[in-house]
């Protein structure tokens, strides 16, 4: 009999990876979210420790590079040009009601 690849099971016939939900629902229960938030801190701290300041640039590049090409192979090149003219377009909007407020502050100072 073979396995399905993508989820082998274990134990009562859970998969590997609804085995370790189930964990990790278990731990989240038992300990809290602030026992993620003081793990989470010592290990970027020992992170920080080993690899220093520059480790961080380094992957930062290499992670803003990574998301840019996948961002481009999802949506491709012609996301840019829409995003842009929808963020312009957003930009003149919120101008133009920045105008409006001021003209009508100046008006209510005038008139008092």
Not at 72 to 90: H, L, M, N, S, T
């Amino acid at each position: 009999m073979m396995n399905d690849t993508s989820s082998p099971k274990h134990g009562a016939g859970l998969s590997v990876r609804e085995a370790g939900q189930k964990g990790g629902e278990t731990v989240k229960r038992k300990y809290g979210p602030e026992f993620y938030e003081q793990i989470g801190r010592k290990g970027g701290l020992a992170t920080k420790q080993a690899h220093g300041h520059t480790f961080y640039e380094q992957i930062g590049k290499k992670g803003g590079k990574k998301g840019g090409e996948a961002t481009r192979d999802r949506y491709g090149p012609d996301f840019y040009e829409r995003i842009g003219q929808k963020g312009g377009q957003r930009v003149k909007q919120l101008i133009e009601e920045g105008k409006r407020a001021a003209l009508a502050t100046e008006a209510e100072e005038r008139a008092s």
